[in-house]
């Protein structure tokens, strides 16, 4: 296994980086990637007053936390521009994740240039977003694993099993569309509706046991099932309120103008969740 962490020297991308290290199972190659970031006339514009290191002092951190999570500094890269260089790198090399931090921007302002957005629509590899402060208390680790009826659940749990520490309080959470959800013509004929939501719990249900099911296959146990109505990513949001460590989900790639005007599930996530994010694209993994 190999892992690309990519920093700018900031403060955010060491919290990624110890963030995913304390999840992350224990012996592998963590490869170094500083990017020495452009900047646009927009960028200039919220600039973060934020002290960040130099190359020296990035190794030196980075191979301590690296070391002290029992995992081993593999190759160091420096790059100059903008994220399109780490989509090349990981083009190019095999991860099995990237790691970095995101400064959380939101809005009309995240759909510009939110680094972390970006790399997530084109990255080939499973992507751990951190955001926030880092928690000083680990003891017990919540994890909640996104499920729904396509691949890209399955993707996300494969890619959950192998990278993760799966000795963890691991949770499912899947959400069907309630009344307001379906087209007008459907939610004005009561009967019709309501045989609908039922057949559609009984579906995501199936697909928590289904899921849950190839867990314990692979000996790992959940501790929960949750179904809710609604629109997936506020449910989503408003249940992760709770003390969660890491939501998991994975990507349907969709990109340029329709998800500038709609967005996907996990995209509505990443742009608005403050807790760690594993997303999953639909490539290989």
Do not use: W
Request: glycine share 4%; proline share 2%.
């Amino acid at each position: 296994m190999k892992y690309l962490f990519c920093t700018d020297g900031s403060k955010m991308s060491f919290n990624a980086l110890e963030g995913a290290l304390r999840l992350l199972k224990n012996g592998f190659i963590v490869d170094i990637f500083f990017l020495k970031e452009e900047e646009s006339i927009f960028k200039k514009l919220y600039k973060h007053d934020e002290a960040v290191l130099d190359l020296e002092e990035i190794i030196a951190k980075s191979k301590n936390i690296i070391e002290h999570h029992a995992q081993f500094l593999g190759e160091i890269f420096i790059e100059k521009g903008n994220e399109e260089a780490i989509i090349e790198h990981l083009e190019n090399n095999f991860y099995n994740m990237a790691i970095l931090g995101s400064h959380n921007y939101k809005g009309l302002k995240n759909q510009f240039f939110s680094f972390a957005r970006k790399i997530v629509e084109k990255a080939p590899c499973p992507v751990f977003i951190f955001r926030g402060e880092l928690r000083k208390d680990l003891s017990e680790k919540k994890i909640l694993l996104c499920v729904d009826s396509t691949y890209q659940t399955l993707n996300a749990v494969i890619s959950f099993m192998k990278n993760f520490d799966t000795n963890s309080d691991i949770n499912l959470i899947t959400v069907s569309a309630d009344f307001f959800q379906h087209p007008l013509e459907i939610s004005l004929s009561g009967n019709y509706v309501e045989e609908i939501l039922q057949k559609e719990t009984l579906i995501s249900k199936k697909n928590l046991d289904e899921i849950e099911s190839i867990l314990c296959n692979n000996g790992i146990m959940v501790k929960s099932k949750i179904h809710l109505r609604g629109n997936p990513s506020d449910e989503i949001l408003n249940f992760v309120k709770q003390d969660f460590n890491l939501l998991v989900l994975g990507s349907h790639s969709r990109k340029g103008a329709i998800d500038f005007l709609f967005g996907s599930v996990s995209k509505s996530i990443l742009d608005y969740s403050i807790l760690p994010i594993l997303i999953v694209p639909t490539k290989k993994i």
